[in-house]
């Protein structure tokens, strides 16, 4: 069960913690690049983008709370998915034996959809998010 609650924690570790810091820096680069080139080119943006900066943050702030309880709380629902793997594959002759192929499909599809009814918000919050971000930026 320990297993189940760090695999995708350390998937996330080795994949794609990588790829998002390097987007990240990226991202960052070439936010400050603009924010020189603009700075020099018209001084009076210099009024403009601290706000902007400061409505960024707050939204964001807003975002990571909300985001990081929705992360947990997929978390918990994957793990009876994995669970329910595990003993599945552990008793997959028995299962057979007995005819209950069609009740543990049917079980672990619940499971499924559970774990999916606790991700998909997480999705929605990551549209939301990039939804604002997206309407400052085009202020």
Known sequence: NLVNRFSKEM???DS???QVIKMFMGSLFNVLGACIIILLAT????VVIPPLGLIYFFVQRFYVATSRQ???LESVSRSPVYSHFNETLLGVSVIRAFGEQKRFIRESDLKV???QKA???SIVANRWLAVRLESVGNC
């Open 11 to 13: 998937d996330t570790i």
């Open 16 to 18: 794609t913690l990588p």
């Open 119 to 121: 991700y998909y918000p």
């Open 43 to 46: 001084p009076i943006a210099a």
């Open 70 to 72: 929705l992360k947990r």
């Open 113 to 115: 959809d559970e774990n």
